[in-house]
């Protein structure tokens, strides 16, 4: 059974950085698609980012040059760097994986960016 776990949230202010981190059981993360999602409060949760089995990422425009993911394949944990956060960037934060079709998420973790 896969499944997923987020880390690495916190409070951080405007212009700060944070590193979150996603472990799995019950699935390589080199050999899939790993997403990183979040949701602010009364939005729907929305893509931030995703890095392929094969390294090649993409990232929403809201993030994109501030954020980064990688990927660490001896420890098997998928991290996302995030830079000169915003206010706007609060919300809880998922790592997401599909395998045969079932979407597996994590428990989240909240970045909570404010002075």
């Known amino acids: 059974q896969v499944q997923l776990v987020e880390s690495g949230g916190g409070l951080v202010h405007p212009g700060g950085s944070l590193r979150l981190s996603c472990a799995a059981s019950g699935i390589i993360f080199s050999s899939v698609t790993t997403g990183w999602y979040r949701q602010a409060p009364g939005k729907e949760r929305e893509l931030v980012g995703s890095?392929?089995?094969?390294?090649?990422?993409n990232y929403a425009d809201s993030v994109k040059g501030r954020f980064t993911i990688l990927r660490n394949n001896a420890k098997n944990l998928v991290y996302l760097q995030m830079n000169s956060l915003r206010p706007e960037d609060t919300a809880v934060y998922y790592c997401n994986v599909v395998v045969l079709s079932q979407d597996y998420w994590g428990q989240g973790t909240q970045v909570t960016v404010s002075s």
């Open positions: 890095i392929t089995s094969g390294f090649s990422s």
